[in-house]
């Protein structure tokens, strides 16, 4: 019975890890996209130019829409939820991504 709790624990601990791998991933690519732009429209002023900001646009809204989605939103407090076998970095981790998804929520988006 033991050996059961054990994989159980340890797949849940399986599923964090690829949860927070793939959500990071995603995060960083979509930061840096966004960035860049953000960089660009900042740094190439030319007069007339719309295209800078539209990518800014498109990028900054790229990102909301992830960092706010209610598929993270529902997955990471899901997985909370079963904080006695989350190590103490998972728990801040997991906490960040609802800290990050606060600004832009998938789950209220007629809100906001």
């Not at 797949?11 to 793939?22: K, N, Y």
């Not at 690519?29 to 295209?51: P, Q, R």
């Not at 904080?83 to 998972?90: A, K």
Request: glycine share 4%.
């Amino acid at each position: 019975m033991a050996t059961t709790a054990c994989n159980t624990n340890q797949t849940r601990v399986s599923e964090v890890d690829e949860f927070l791998s793939s959500y990071t991933e995603k995060y960083l690519e979509l930061y840096k996209a966004y960035s860049e732009a953000e960089w660009v429209a900042n740094t190439k002023i030319v007069e007339g130019d719309t295209v800078a900001s539209y990518q800014v646009s498109q990028a900054g809204e790229a990102f909301a829409a992830f960092t706010g989605s209610a598929e993270n939103i529902e997955k990471a407090t899901s997985l909370l939820t079963m904080r006695e076998t989350l190590t103490d970095l998972q728990i801040k981790q997991l906490e960040a991504i609802l800290y990050q998804a606060a600004s832009n929520p998938g789950t209220v988006a007629d809100l906001v």
